[in-house]
């Protein structure tokens, strides 16, 4: 992962509190310089439709508060290792603009905070994010206890692919991140019930067998995936079931402090990160979700 630089967005208020420290944390690690996103929503600025205030000063009023609280929840990091950026506009067109003028290789936002950046993160803003963004997109739920380790250090991840080229990506950041913090993780792929079936239909007896041969044969494919340096770090899971409550199961279960995974696979990649199975997943408040997207040219 290319992570010269990261923005951070946030509203300043508790919940996104909770982003800027995995950023500083993340930051650190990677030696980056981190970008402070404020975002001024406009239409938060114009609720009287014919009255809006000047922009320039509400930008410098809202600079010079916004530095002060950073500073104060920052205290502990370094004060060169992160810089402001206020902006006015709409969250996603500012964000995006932010990101190209930071070349930065990591986007870090908070959910379930009650005003701009909970509209940017739940639901058509959040795909178009996704959709458009060329950089990883870290989101991390605002109602992530503080004192969670994941805000200090990430010492071990989930990482599910489906096998699609798309998900690929995903796998090899994945296990980067994993050489990076010297983490332990587990790569998990997901028979799903249309799969299970299959082996039903195909011979009633004899279907449990198939099933687990076809799983013996998913876990020898994904100890496949993995480097020969990882492998004493490594789990390997073939779960059963809607893929989007088996994986959270399986972050539940085993304390996972960041899930990694594709943002446009063909499978349950897909279904699982874009559109309402991403929002239950971060409404637990159990992890952060690091979304990959994909390369243009896969197919």
Same mark, same amino acid.
């Given at each position: 992962?290319?992570?010269?630089? =990261?923005?951070?967005?946030?509203?300043?208020?508790?919940?996104?509190?909770?982003?800027?420290?995995?950023? $500083?944390?993340?930051?650190?690690?990677?030696?980056?310089?981190?970008?402070?996103?404020?975002?001024?929503?406009?239409?938060?600025?114009?609720?009287?439709?014919?009255?809006?205030? /000047?922009?320039?000063?509400?930008?410098?009023?809202?600079?010079?508060?916004?530095?002060?609280?950073?500073?104060?929840?920052? $205290?502990?990091?370094?004060?060169?290792?992160?810089?402001?950026?206020?902006?006015?506009?709409?969250?996603?067109?500012?964000?995006?603009?932010?990101?190209?003028?930071?070349?930065?290789?990591?986007?870090? $936002? $908070?959910?379930?905070?009650?005003?701009?950046?909970?509209?940017?993160?739940?639901?058509?803003?959040?795909?178009?994010?996704?959709?458009?963004?060329? =950089?990883?997109?870290?989101?991390?739920?605002?109602?992530?206890?503080?004192?969670?380790?994941?805000?200090?250090?990430?010492?071990?991840?989930?990482?599910?692919?489906?096998?699609?080229?798309?998900?690929?990506?995903?796998?090899?950041?994945?296990?980067?991140?994993?050489?990076?913090?010297?983490?332990?993780?587990?790569?998990?792929?997901?028979?799903?019930?249309?799969?299970? /079936?299959?082996?039903?239909?195909?011979?009633?007896?004899?279907?449990?067998?198939?099933?687990?041969?076809?799983?013996?044969?998913?876990?020898?494919?994904?100890?496949?995936?993995?480097?020969?340096?990882?492998?004493?770090?490594?789990?390997?899971?073939?779960?059963?079931?809607?893929?989007?409550?088996?994986?959270?199961?399986?972050? =539940?279960?085993?304390?996972?402090?960041?899930?990694?995974?594709?943002?446009?696979?063909?499978?349950?990649?897909?279904?699982?990160?874009?559109?309402?199975?991403?929002?239950?997943?971060?409404?637990?408040?159990?992890?952060?979700?690091?979304?990959?997207?994909?390369?243009?040219?896969?197919?």
């Amino acid at each position: 992962m290319n992570v010269s630089s =990261i923005v951070c967005a946030t509203d300043l208020s508790e919940g996104s509190n909770k982003a800027l420290f995995l950023s $500083a944390y993340i930051a650190g690690v990677f030696k980056a310089k981190l970008y402070v996103a404020n975002v001024i929503d406009l239409p938060a600025v114009t609720p009287y439709g014919e009255t809006m205030v /000047d922009p320039l000063e509400l930008q410098a009023r809202v600079t010079l508060s916004a530095k002060a609280q950073i500073s104060e929840v920052l $205290a502990a990091f370094p004060p060169d290792l992160w810089e402001l950026k206020v902006s006015i506009g709409y969250p996603t067109k500012e964000l995006r603009a932010i990101v190209k003028e930071t070349g930065a290789g990591l986007l870090v $936002a $908070a959910t379930h905070i009650k005003s701009g950046i909970e509209r940017l993160l739940l639901g058509s803003v959040t795909q178009k994010l996704m959709g458009t963004l060329e =950089i990883p997109f870290l989101v991390v739920p605002g109602s992530l206890p503080l004192e969670r380790k994941a805000i200090h250090k990430t010492e071990s991840l989930l990482i599910p692919t489906d096998f699609s080229d798309h998900s690929k990506e995903a796998v090899a950041q994945g296990l980067s991140l994993a050489r990076t913090f010297g983490a332990d993780f587990i790569l998990v792929t997901v028979m799903e019930p249309a799969q299970l /079936d299959q082996f039903l239909i195909k011979d009633p007896q004899k279907s449990e067998f198939l099933a687990q041969k076809h799983s013996d044969s998913l876990k020898e494919r994904l100890w496949e995936l993995i480097p020969p340096d990882l492998k004493d770090k490594a789990k390997v899971e073939v779960l059963a079931g809607r893929p989007h409550e088996e994986i959270t199961k399986c972050a =539940i279960l085993n304390h996972v402090d960041l899930i990694v995974m594709g943002a446009h696979g063909r499978g349950f990649i897909e279904n699982f990160i874009v559109g309402s199975t991403t929002d239950r997943l971060v409404r637990l408040g159990q992890f952060p979700v690091l979304a990959i997207r994909g390369s243009r040219s896969a197919s």
